[in-house]
Structures are given as structure tokens and as C-alpha cells.
């Protein structure tokens, strides 16, 4: 479980993120949706510590990440996979190295163990004979899935995602979105997605927060969206024509 | 900056970066020293000549004049300078491009102390690789110098020979390693340091790459000064 509580960021007199408190559980996809600038990714990257917030704190189970010394917060660290909004692969490894960093990197496995590592992750997100090819070689959809594998080589506790479906087409998106909800539900991870892509929000939104000018707006799952009143969700969610058209039948 | 200079996570990891680094900033640099080197080092010599045209002058001079630019100078300043265009470039924009890419944040996500990983391995590896391409340049240097006075017929091998080791003092040629060393610590951290700090896309990127050069070619050149009255005087 993931809590933050009261916190704040400005860039300058940009005051991003007003006050947030939020709870994220374990073994559920939490949600944090708005519109574009709202401060989705910079509430993201406070919680993984990129970003510091001047007030309030963060806590992954309990403990606090973000007054946390630095030996405790690379500890923490081990237990998180982020899947950044570009795929932020590391572009001079293969697809097969970039798999292999964290473990290379964290554990004493051996060659082979590695190796098998690598093999099972690549087979979980369904990348096959990717092994050798360079990000620079491979589609957009197939980066997402490399750096989902990477994100849970270390078995991770914690899970990101910045805007996983961007860029993808909406079939793609939907595999993307199933692949998240199932690694979920077996690792039993606490799962953070960014996201304003609605498919995504009915699909697996079993708990929404939604921020609105960097305040929480609204919270809930996806059931309750249509039943909110709340009109700057509903403007939000209800956006197209033909959506607002699909509530009416609600 | 601290950063850079912490804990390594992992020595099996840093040695094989350097490694990698030596092989692509030092391989990678040795062609265009080794031709920059015999053609400086031929000109020089030649011009030596041109100017003691004099029968005052021993020719030997003209060896012994040679060997002292290329040693002095040359090789460790102009090499220097050479070395901070294609380095410094290269440095500013891998690095700057893993930045807006997010590779950076990937790293300092998993908890690896990036200013570390990725900038200690290239500043321990220009540190080793430059004093070895300077020292090369300076045999190679002489080596044109030569090959220009025996072909042209302005000097003969042994009177050359006998300039180039006329009155030689090692402690110029360490003045000159020392320098290589700065200069080599000077380009890389400063290249680092550009990319590193890069905010924004791909155009910034590309002028911290630019600035990466400016800048470590004003500050070689500044403590090129600086080395030099505080060792030569
Ligand atoms: N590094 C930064 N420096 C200064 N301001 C920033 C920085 N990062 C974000 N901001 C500002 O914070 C606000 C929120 O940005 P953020 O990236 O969180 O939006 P977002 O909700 O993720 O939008 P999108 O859906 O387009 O990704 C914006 O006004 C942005 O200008
Ligand atoms: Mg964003």
C-alpha cells in the first residue's frame, strides 16, 4: 500500500500539486487520471522520489520514502518497477540486456539463472525473437512490453505506469491494459497508472483518482463514474460527443 | 556533482564500463590524433627549417626545436583541444539524450546512483587514455618532423636525431602528461555536466552538446595558462 499525505509541489510560482492525499492499494490497478497538465506525471514521480514534494510524505507501507536517507530509499527502490510514457529503455543494450540490467545490477544470480529470468519475462508481455534487436529497431507497442519485462525482472512490490497506452493503437493498448491488470493480480503488486485513456478507465479503473488543476477531485472506481455528479469528472470522462451519447443510455 | 564521485553499486559493472569507454573515447580518437600528429609534426619541422636559414645556427636546432613544440605544446594542448570537439560533443549529447529520454530517471529508479554510473566510468577512462594518445601523438609528432626533413632533404637523419635528443629534460615531457591529465578530467567532467543537466528536447540536447565543446576548450586553454606558469616558471 502506498500513502500520500498533504503533499505540495510548485515549480516557481506554479503551484503543480495542491494538498494530495491518496491511497493506493496492493493487487489493484489504482488509477490517477486528468486532463493534460493537470500534474499526473509530476504526482507520479513524487511518489517514486524523482521529484520532492516541500510538504507532506510519502509511504510505501508504512515506511516514509520521501524524508527517507538514501540508503533506505535505494532499498525501497529495489521493490519498484517504473514504465516510463516513452519506454526510457536504455538505447546502447538489446532488448535482452535491458531486461537483464536490474538483475545484473541488484542480485548475485548467476549467468543462467539470469538468463532464465529474461526468458520468463520476455514470455510473460509476449515479446518473441526481440532478444537481439536495439530499442532503435523495434515498434513503439514492442518497447512498452520490453520495458514492462524490464519493470518486473526484479519482482517488484510497486508498480508505475506513466501513460502506458500512448501512442498505441487502441487494440494494442487493450493487450497493454490486460497485460498490467494480470501481472497485477499475480504478483499482487500495488499498481500506479497514469492515464487518460478511457477504454483504460472502464477496463480496469478498480480504483480512480482524479486530479483536477493538481487538486484530488474526485475519488472511486469505475462503476461510480457514471453516477457521479461531480462536473468536472463527468466533462472530463463524458468528453466526446459519442461518449456523452453512451452515458445518456446509462 | 557529489554524486558522481559516491559509492560505485557495482565493480564488475564500473571496470567493464570503463573498458567500454577507453575502447570507444580512446579507440575511437586514435586515428584522427595519429594524422593530425605526423602532419603538425612535419609542418613544424618544416618551418623550423624555413626560419633558421642562417649559418649561425646549428641545423640540429631544427630537431631539437621540433621535439620541444610537439612535447611542450602540441601535443598536449592542441591534441587537448581536438580531443574536447570530438569527446566533448559526444559526451554532452549521449548523455543530454538519455536525460530527455528519461533513461536517466529509469536508472534512478532502480536505485542507481546515475551521475555515478554513467560519468565516472568516462572520467576514469579519459584519465588513463589521454596521457597514452598524448605520449602518442609526441612520437608520432616528431616521427612527421623527421620524415618531412629526411625527404626533403633539409637535414640528414643523424643531425636530426642528435637535435631531437639534444639537451632533453624529462620533466617537460611530464609537465606536458600532467597537462594531458587536467585537460582530460576538464573535458569529460564538463561534457557530463552539460548533458546531465540538460531540460527540455532534443534542441537542448543538441546546444548542450555545443556548449559541452565550448566550454571545455575555453577552460583547456585557460589552465593550459595557469599549468604552465605554475610548472615551466
Ligand atoms: N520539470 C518541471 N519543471 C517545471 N514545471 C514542470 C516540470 N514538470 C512539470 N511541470 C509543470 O507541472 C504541470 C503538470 O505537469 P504534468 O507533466 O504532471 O502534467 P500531466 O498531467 O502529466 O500531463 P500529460 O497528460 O500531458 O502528461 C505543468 O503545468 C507543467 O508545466
Ligand atoms: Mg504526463
Known amino acids: 500500500m502506498i500513502e500520500v499525505k498533504n503533499a505540495n509541489k510548485h515549480f516557481g510560482t506554479n503551484h503543480v500539486l495542491k494538498d494530495i492525499n491518496a491511497t493506493f492499494e496492493d493487487g489493484k490497478c489504482n488509477l490517477i487520471i486528468g486532463r493534460s497538465g493537470s500534474g499526473k506525471t509530476v504526482l507520479m514521480k513524487c511518489l517514486v522520489g524523482l521529484f520532492t514534494p516541500e510538504t507532506g510524505e510519502i509511504l510505501y507501507d508504512g515506511r516514509d520514502f520521501a524524508h527517507a536517507t538514501s540508503a533506505e530509499k535505494k532499498k525501497i527502490r529495489q521493490d519498484i518497477g517504473m514504465v516510463f510514457q516513452g519506454g526510457a529503455l536504455f538505447d546502447s543494450l538489446n532488448c535482452e540486456e535491458n531486461i537483464a540490467f536490474p538483475l545484473k545490477m541488484f542480485t548475485k544470480m548467476t549467468r543462467t539463472e539470469i538468463k532464465e529470468r529474461v526468458n520468463y519475462c520476455m514470455d510473460r508481455v509476449n515479446l518473441v525473437n526481440a532478444n537481439k534487436l536495439f530499442p532503435s529497431e523495434i515498434s513503439g507497442g514492442m518497447k512498452k512490453r520490453v520495458a514492462i519485462a524490464r519493470a518486473i525482472a526484479l519482482k517488484p512490490k510497486y508498480l508505475f505506469f506513466d501513460e502506458p497506452n500512448s501512442g498505441l493503437d487502441p487494440q494494442t493498448s487493450i493487450v497493454i491494459d490486460e497485460l498490467i491488470i494480470e501481472i497485477t493480480k499475480e504478483i499482487n503488486a500495488t499498481t500506479i497508472i497514469n492515464t487518460h485513456d478511457m477504454n483504460s478507465v472502464f477496463e480496469m479503473g478498480e480504483r480512480i483518482i482524479y486530479i483536477f488543476k493538481g487538486e484530488k477531485n474526485w475519488e472511486g472506481d469505475f462503476t461510480q463514474i457514471a453516477k457521479s455528479d461531480n462536473k468536472e469528472l463527468i466533462d472530463f470522462i463524458f468528453a466526446s460527443n459519442l461518449l456523452k451519447r453512451v452515458k445518456d443510455t446509462f | ?233
Not at chain 2, 108 to 133: Q, T
Request: contains cysteine; proline residues 2%.
Open chain 2, 1 to 233: 556533482m557529489g554524486r558522481t564521485f559516491g559509492r560505485v553499486d557495482k565493480w564488475s559493472a564500473f571496470w567493464s564500463s570503463v573498458i567500454r569507454e577507453i575502447d570507444k573515447l580512446g579507440m575511437g580518437s586514435i586515428v584522427i590524433v595519429s594524422i593530425i600528429s605526423v602532419f603538425i609534426g612535419a609542418v613544424i619541422s618544416i618551418q623550423l627549417a624555413v626560419q633558421i636559414d642562417s649559418p649561425l645556427i646549428p641545423k640540429f636546432t631544427i630537431g631539437f626545436g621540433t621535439r620541444d613544440t610537439v612535447i611542450l605544446e602540441f601535443s598536449s594542448t592542441v591534441i587537448g583541444l581536438i580531443l574536447a570537439g570530438k569527446v566533448g560533443s559526444n559526451i554532452g549529447s549521449e548523455i543530454g539524450s538519455m536525460r530527455v529520454s528519461e533513461q536517466i530517471d529509469a536508472l534512478e529508479i532502480m536505485g542507481v546512483n546515475s551521475a555515478n554510473y554513467l560519468i565516472l566510468p568516462k572520467i576514469v577512462a579519459a584519465l588513463i587514455i589521454n596521457p597514452i594518445l598524448t605520449l602518442m601523438s609526441m612520437i608520432l609528432g616528431i616521427l612527421g618532423g623527421y620524415i618531412a626533413c629526411i625527404s626533403s632533404g633539409l637535414l640528414d637523419s643523424d643531425t636530426f636525431i642528435f637535435g631531437a635528443q639534444y639537451y632533453f629534460k624529462p620533466w617537460h615531457l611530464y609537465y606536458s602528461l600532467i597537462k594531458s591529465i587536467v585537460f582530460a578530467f576538464i573535458i569529460t567532467s564538463i561534457s557530463c555536466y552539460k548533458g546531465y543537466y540538460v531540460e527540455g528536447g532534443s534542441e537542448e540536447v543538441g546546444k548542450a552538446s555545443t556548449k559541452a565543446v565550448v566550454n571545455s576548450s575555453i577552460s583547456i586553454l585557460f589552465w593550459n595558462l595557469i599549468l604552465t606558469v605554475l610548472l615551466l616558471l
